[in-house]
């Protein structure tokens, strides 16, 4: 019986696979596309994406029960009769299989192995398999990979002995989530992913096999790392084209006729007004969060430099987004849930013509001996050269015994960089540790 029921979801994966391009297809297969070991599904992070992936598992007849640290996030599903738990190891007390989407890898380890984790020492386990489709590093895939495959089931049966994972990641962004067509990245066994291929559909139109564990998650950071990159490309010769005369809808024109052609370009341009729909003509809300771009940006950095490869432009990319925004926030204006294409296009007129700012470390081991200022002068373009010997300033007693602390709360701006250069002083400001207070100080220079 067991082996007919094999063979019967088989033929339908078979099936489906051939017609989910179909309108008609995915309405038709719902019902009947619940492998029989997976009626009970555990989803764990109800944020933008996690929400409304777990609503499509819903509509699809999906039985699901949920869990977020946010309440209220809960209380959207509770409020509708979905199951909700308080914390991820009761999910999986009730659930035979679960998908997990979380913010970071850490996120993902405690929901995985930290206290109330769903893997709790070596008891056996109730999931037959676990999907993970957060973004995270490979490595932390692999390794929560490596746990599961040391643990035992509940209930063994002919097809599995013991629990399975699965890393896929997802492309498409809220819309996509939303309307069930995400672009899933599968790392993992290649026979759980086939009996995972039904669920994914619910909540995905591609499904794409990268190969075994964390490959799902490299492919997802290879993508986003291109994807920021081409982003920057396109906002930096569309901010061109616009002081050369060229209007953005036009030039944007020119380069989906041609090789410059990108999903930057032609899907999510960053200039208000080309496009409708997309967060650029929605005053940027709605997009990709600028600080999640960084967050997978350093991942992408961190990846490489584990394997011994050099990356520049992914460097400059993360330099560029995390340096935009701690310059914002002295400003007060929190640019961390700005879009990240608003950055992109915003870069370019500032860091290339008016002002570059480099901190010495100050992405590595904090700050170290000197502040170094470039200013380029508007109409000749010449570079003045300003540099600050951090060791000697007393400006609020900062000094090297501080790094550690700078590295992480000191904000530089200058006044007057947004409007005509750099002028006569430069502005640190700091939070307290504990209050998050923040401290100003003014410190004079002259070239």
Not at 324 to 333: D, F, G, N, Q, T
Not at 409 to 415: D, P, Y
Request: aromatic share 8%; proline share 4%; charged share 20%.
């Amino acid at each position: 019986m067991a082996i007919r029921r094999m063979r019967l979801t088989q033929q339908l994966l078979k099936f489906t696979s051939s017609v989910n391009h179909l309108p008609w297809a995915r309405s038709f297969c719902s019902s009947s596309k619940i492998p029989s070991q997976f009626e009970k599904v555990g989803f764990i992070g109800l944020g933008n994406m996690g929400s409304r992936m777990a609503q499509n598992l819903i509509k699809d007849g999906f039985n699901v029960t949920v869990h977020d640290l946010d309440q209220n996030a809960m209380k959207i599903f509770s409020e509708k009769g979905i199951v909700t738990k308080d914390t991820p190891f009761e999910v999986a007390e009730t659930s035979d299989l679960v998908i997990t989407m979380l913010p970071s890898s850490t996120h993902v380890l405690d929901v995985y192995t930290g206290p109330n984790g769903m893997l709790q020492n070596d008891s056996p386990v109730r999931p037959f398999l676990f999907i993970d489709s957060s973004t995270i590093d490979p490595q932390t895939s692999r390794r929560v990979s490596a746990t599961l495959s040391d643990c035992s089931l509940k209930e063994k049966s002919d097809s599995w002995e013991v629990p399975a994972m699965l890393d896929a990641p997802v492309s498409g962004g809220v819309l996509a989530a939303e309307s069930g067509t995400l672009t899933f990245m599968v790392g993992g066994s290649e026979e759980a992913y086939v009996a995972a291929k039904p669920l994914l559909l619910s909540m995905g139109k591609n499904t794409i096999y990268c190969g075994g564990a964390g490959n799902g998650s490299a492919a997802k950071i290879c993508n986003n790392l291109a994807m920021a990159v081409s982003m920057l490309g396109v906002s930096e010769a569309l901010a061109l084209g616009q002081k050369l005369g060229i209007a953005s809808s036009t030039l944007t024109k020119v380069f989906n006729s041609s090789s410059a052609r990108c999903w930057s370009s032609d899907t999510y341009n960053p200039v208000p007004g080309v496009m409708d729909a997309v967060p650029a003509s929605r005053n940027y809300d709605g997009g990709f969060a600028s600080k999640l771009m960084a967050k997978d940006l350093h991942l992408a950095v961190s990846s490489a430099k584990e394997v011994g490869l050099e990356c520049p432009l992914t460097s400059h990319a993360e330099k560029m987004h995390l340096f935009y925004i701690r310059l914002k926030r002295v400003y007060s204006l929190d640019m961390c849930d700005c879009a990240w294409d608003q950055i992109s296009l915003s870069l370019h007129p500032f860091i290339s013509f008016h002002l570059v700012v480099t901190l010495n470390g100050m992405l590595g081991n904090g700050l170290k001996d000197s502040l170094l200022l470039v200013n380029f002068d508007d109409e000749t373009m010449e570079k003045r050269v300003y540099s600050l010997d951090m060791c000697d300033c007393a400006w609020d007693q900062i000094s090297l015994s501080l790094h550690p602390f700078i590295s992480f709360h000191l904000v530089v701006t200058l006044n007057g960089m947004l409007g005509n250069g750099l002028k006569d002083s430069l502005l640190l400001v700091n939070f307290d540790d504990e209050t998050m207070e923040k401290k100003s100080k003014v410190a004079k220079f002259s070239s």
